[in-house]
């Protein structure tokens, strides 16, 4: 007969493959300290309604306390042989305390027990990662302040555009970030909810009190449905479509600091300790960190398909599938908090080359839409404004200077409503001071919208 715990009704162990490939506790393993937690608050539970006695509880916590230390201290032996966590500690628990340690799972199963404990995981994982991303939006918002002035070129289809500053820039990343620390606190509320309780799919006919253990674990509400509850595994695809916006939004930086850090641009330059170096080419410094980050992105999308993909078929309730749901979520997990924690240490580092900047902006005609709102306020119609300067952009461009290098007389040519005040509106500190309201790019707009942002990262 079998020495697993659901050994009774069977007359031989599992095949060494087999149970090889049905383990989890490789991977399981690191929810133990989560698993240890929702085991005290349900023995706990047990003896306030009765069905565990006070001393019989009392040795259950403390030997669960005793695992929790040995665990944590790396002083655990798990064996494969058990499956998964919650077996390898329940059976050491028996090993430790004796035959009372075999009541702990009374009124429960492994379907409620592991849904808690990957909800109980997620809700501490969401909080470290909020911290970070919090800590990525401040730096976001200082380089933000820094370079208020500095004027950039602004693209459309890569072409220049218009002068924008390299503040208001850093703002639009940090809006990203302030909608995906949103999104992961309204999720976060879907996460903190009580499967336990559920046991195998049914209920319990032991007489729980639910509402206590969601208390206890600091859920905010019990789960309704019992079916629902051991099944559902809506929250951590949520969880990892959340994960893959921010993975997105970290890739598009990446792909600007990547362009803007090549000599083609200038724009920017990194510290030596987050750049690497080339095997053959001796001048090479690449901007690795950015392009990993960008290729990590390949990962967090691919685990939201295996998630989606794993429920799709699913029959209610629980099924072993769902074992598959662990390495995706930990990894994903594992990858934000390391993405997000390089950008928030690397972008206060990021050195800004304004005349670079500068360069770039003057090159492309970007002042031209301020040309064209300069005859609008002359009286031209837009529609004719825009074909007169699309005229004068085609002779700069000709003449192989810029709009504000053609004389007054020149331009006159194309309009004679243009007068010597037009060489206001043609520079690019002019440009970017005139886009002066809410969500322009005006110099102080950009001050006052990072008083705003740091307002909201503050509460
Ligand atoms: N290791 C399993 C999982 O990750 C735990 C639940 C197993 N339940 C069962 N009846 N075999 O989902």
Redesign the pocket.
């Known amino acids: 007969d079998s020495h697993q715990t659901w050994g009774g009704r069977f007359s031989e162990g599992p095949d060494a493959r087999v149970a090889a490939f049905t383990e ?1 506790v490789s991977f ?1 393993a690191r929810l133990a300290a989560h698993d240890i937690r929702g085991s005290i608050a349900h023995a706990r539970m047990l003896s306030a309604v009765g069905v565990l006695t006070p001393d019989e509880f009392g040795q259950i916590e403390a030997g669960l306390a005793a695992i929790g230390e040995r665990i944590a201290g790396g002083d655990f032996a798990w064996d494969p042989a058990l ?2 966590v ?1 077996m390898n500690i329940e059976s050491r628990l028996t090993d430790d305390i004796g035959a009372l340690g075999k009541k702990l799972h009374t009124a429960r ?3 409620d027990q ?1 849904a808690t404990d990957i909800r109980l995981w997620l809700r501490d994982a969401i909080d470290a990662l909020l911290g970070e991303v919090r800590r990525l939006r401040g730096a976001l918002i200082d380089v933000a302040e820094r370079e208020a002035d500095t004027i950039m070129p602004g693209f459309t289809h890569m072409q220049v555009a218009q002068p924008v500053t390299f503040g208001h820039h850093m703002l639009a990343w940090q809006a990203m970030l302030a909608r995906d620390s949103e999104r992961l606190g309204e999720l976060r509320a879907r996460v903190n909810r009580l499967p336990l309780g559920a046991a195998a799919l049914a209920g319990t006919t032991f007489p729980i009190d639910r509402e206590m253990v969601a208390r206890e674990l600091g859920f905010d509400s019990v789960i309704d449905n019992s079916l629902d509850a051991v099944s559902d595994r809506d929250f951590a695809i949520e969880f990892v479509s959340a994960a893959s916006l921010i993975m997105t939004h970290l890739s598009r930086y990446s792909e600007e600091l990547v362009l803007w850090m090549s000599p083609a641009f200038g724009f920017v330059d990194l510290p030596d300790r987050y750049c690497t170096g080339s095997s053959i080419m001796p001048q090479k410094k690449n901007p690795d960190v950015a392009e990993i980050v960008r290729g990590k992105t390949a990962r967090v999308n691919g685990h939201l398909v295996a998630l989606l993909t794993l429920m799709k078929g699913q029959p209610l309730a ?1 099924n ?1 599938d ?2 598959e749901d ?1 390495e995706p979520i930990f990894d994903t997990v594992d990858t934000l908090l390391n993405c997000v924690a390089l950008y928030a240490d690397m972008m206060p580092h990021v050195t800004v080359h304004a005349d670079a900047c500068r360069d770039a902006a003057r090159k492309g005609f970007s002042t031209a839409t301020d040309l064209a709102d300069y005859l609008v306020r002359k009286g031209v119609a837009f529609r004719d404004a825009h074909e007169i300067v699309g005229k004068s952009v085609q002779h700069a461009i000709a003449a192989g200077c810029d709009l504000a290098d053609l004389d007054l007389a020149t331009l006159k040519g194309f309009s004679t409503v243009i007068e010597d005040d037009v060489y206001d509106v043609l520079t690019l500190e002019g440009s970017v001071a005139a886009r002066n309201h809410i969500g322009g790019t005006a110099p102080d707009q950009v001050r006052a919208a990072v008083a705003r942002s740091r307002a909201r990262l503050a509460d």
Request: glycine content about 0%; aromatic content about 8%; proline content about 0%.
């Open positions: 989890s399981d499956e998964d919650h199963s492994r379907n592991v629980y072993r769902n074992q662990k």
